[in-house]
C-alpha cells in the first residue's frame, strides 16, 4: 500500500473513533440530562395524583430511556423531552430556553368553522367558514358530522385529545379546542356536516383549507363597545347594565374600570365578561380596583379564560360578590419556577403548585367553576343575541328589583 494511502486510512480510522468517542460522550449527557428531569417531576411535579396521571408518567419513564438509545442530536433529545411534557398535560410547562432551534411542528388545518356546545346536549355554529356565512350562519344547529351524532362526535374526539396529552391542562380545555378549532389534520380533508335550519335538513361538505391559529372566542358581543387599553372594552347595555369584555390581565384592566364605572356611573350592576381571557398577571391595585365595582355583579366564564383570568374570576367572586355564570375555566393556573438540565442544554418552566379556589381546592385541572351553568340557546343565539349574557341580565335586574324592595 502506497504511503499516502496508508496516511489516509489512517486518518479516516482516527476520525471514525473520534467521531465514535462524540457520540459516546453525547449520550452519557444525555442520560444524564434525562434522569434528572425524570426525578425533578418524580420528587416535585405536583399535579400527577391530581390529574389522574401518574400511570401515564409512570409508563412514560420506562419508554424514554430506550428512545434515547437512538438519540443522535440536541434536537433530537429535546424532542424526547416534549414528548414527556405532553405527558404531564401542562400548559405552563415547556421551554423556557434552550441552546438548540426547535424544528416548528408541520401545520394543521382546518375548515374554519367554529361550533358551540347549546342546550339539551346540541352543537351550534359559533363562527361560519369563509363562504358559508349565508347558508350556516351563526346559531345554526349540526345535528350529525361525518354521519354520526354531533354531539357526541366532538366529546369523543375531545376525551381522545384529553387522553393521549398534550398542552391543555384539563378535559375542558381540551374540548373547547376541539370545539373551536374542529377537524385539525391533514390539509384538503373533507368533512361533511347536516344542520337544521327552518325545520329542514341541510347537508354541507367543508374543505380543511384554513391553517389551524389562533380560535374564535366571541360571538354576538354587545354594539358600540368603547376601547379603554389594548385589552379592555365597555358599554352600557340596552336594559341599563354596564359592561366590560376583557380579553386579557393586563395593565389596561385597571384604569379601564375605572373609566367604565366613572362613564356609566348609574348602570343597573355590572357584567364582567372572561370568556377567551388569555392570563396574563395583575397586583394590589387591580384587586382594590375590584372592590370598587357596585353591586350587582356577574361574570361569564367559560375554558377559553386559563391563568390569571382565572383568578381574576376568582378574586371578582371573593372582593366584588359577583355571581359565575357559564362554564368552568380552563383549570391551567400554576405558580411557576425555572429548572435547568444539567447540561445547561435548555431551562424548563416548571410548574411548582397551584393557585386556589375559594373554597380551598386547587385551580389548577379543576378550573373555576360557575354558580349557573349556561350553555347557548340556538334561537338567541341565530338573533343575534348571546345567551350568557342574557342570562347575566336577568340576574342583575332580580338582584336591583330586591335592593329597591329592600
Not at 354576538?220 to 369584555?245: D, E, I
Request: aromatic fraction near 8%; hydrophobic fraction near 40%; include cysteine.
Amino acid at each position: 500500500m502506497a504511503r499516502g494511502t496508508r496516511a489516509l486510512a489512517a486518518l479516516c480510522a482516527l476520525l471514525v473513533f473520534a467521531g465514535t468517542e462524540a457520540r459516546a460522550a453525547d449520550q452519557k449527557t444525555y442520560e444524564a440530562d434525562l434522569a434528572a428531569f425524570i426525578s425533578e417531576v418524580d420528587t416535585n411535579y405536583p399535579f400527577l395524583k391530581l390529574k389522574g396521571i401518574q400511570d401515564d408518567w409512570d409508563l412514560m419513564k420506562g419508554e424514554l430511556p430506550k428512545r434515547l438509545k437512538t438519540c443522535r442530536s440536541d434536537a433530537e433529545f429535546l424532542k424526547i423531552v416534549i414528548d414527556a411534557i405532553h405527558c404531564l398535560r401542562d400548559a405552563h410547562m415547556g421551554f423556557r430556553e434552550t441552546k438548540v432551534d426547535l424544528a416548528r411542528p408541520p401545520p394543521e388545518y382546518y375548515p374554519g368553522i367554529s361550533f358551540m356546545p347549546a342546550a339539551h346536549g346540541r352543537v351550534i355554529v359559533m363562527h361560519p367558514p369563509k363562504g358559508f356565512e349565508k347558508s350556516i350562519p351563526t346559531g345554526t344547529v349540526v345535528t350529525h358530522i361525518d354521519g354520526r351524532d354531533a354531539r357526541s362526535f366532538l366529546d369523543e374526539r375531545a376525551k381522545k385529545v384529553w387522553n393521549s396529552g398534550g398542552s391543555f391542562s384539563s378535559p375542558q380545555r381540551a374540548r373547547l379546542f376541539e370545539y373551536r378549532i374542529p377537524f385539525r389534520g391533514r390539509r384538503g380533508e373533507k368533512h361533511t356536516i347536516v344542520c337544521r335550519i327552518r325545520k329542514r335538513k341541510k347537508k354541507a361538505v367543508l374543505k380543511s383549507t384554513v391553517e389551524a391559529r389562533g380560535w374564535a372566542h366571541t360571538y354576538n358581543l354587545p354594539a358600540n363597545l368603547v376601547q379603554a387599553g389594548r385589552s379592555f372594552r365597555y358599554a352600557k347595555l340596552a336594559r341599563g347594565a354596564g359592561y366590560m369584555y376583557i380579553r386579557r390581565i393586563d395593565a389596561s384592566v385597571e384604569p379601564g374600570i375605572a373609566r367604565a364605572l366613572d362613564a356609566h356611573p348609574d348602570a343597573k350592576g355590572w357584567i364582567v365578561d372572561l370568556r377567551g381571557n388569555s392570563g396574563g398577571g395583575y397586583d394590589k391595585a387591580l384587586t382594590d380596583r375590584v372592590k370598587t365595582i357596585p353591586p350587582p355583579v356577574a361574570v361569564i366564564i367559560d375554558a377559553g379564560c386559563i391563568s390569571a383570568g382565572e383568578t381574576f374570576a376568582r378574586d371578582l367572586a371573593r372582593y366584588a360578590g359577583a355571581r359565575l355564570f357559564g362554564s368552568k375555566t380552563a383549570g391551567a393556573s400554576s405558580s411557576k419556577r425555572g429548572w435547568t438540565f444539567p447540561s445547561g442544554i435548555a431551562t424548563l418552566t416548571f410548574s411548582a403548585r397551584s393557585r386556589w379556589r375559594i373554597d380551598g381546592k386547587p385551580i389548577e385541572f379543576n378550573g373555576i367553576e360557575p354558580d349557573v351553568e349556561v350553555e347557548a340557546d340556538p334561537v338567541e343565539v341565530a338573533r343575534g343575541m348571546n345567551s350568557q349574557i342574557r342570562k347575566a341580565e336577568e340576574y342583575l335586574r332580580e338582584q336591583a328589583k330586591r335592593l329597591e324592595e329592600d
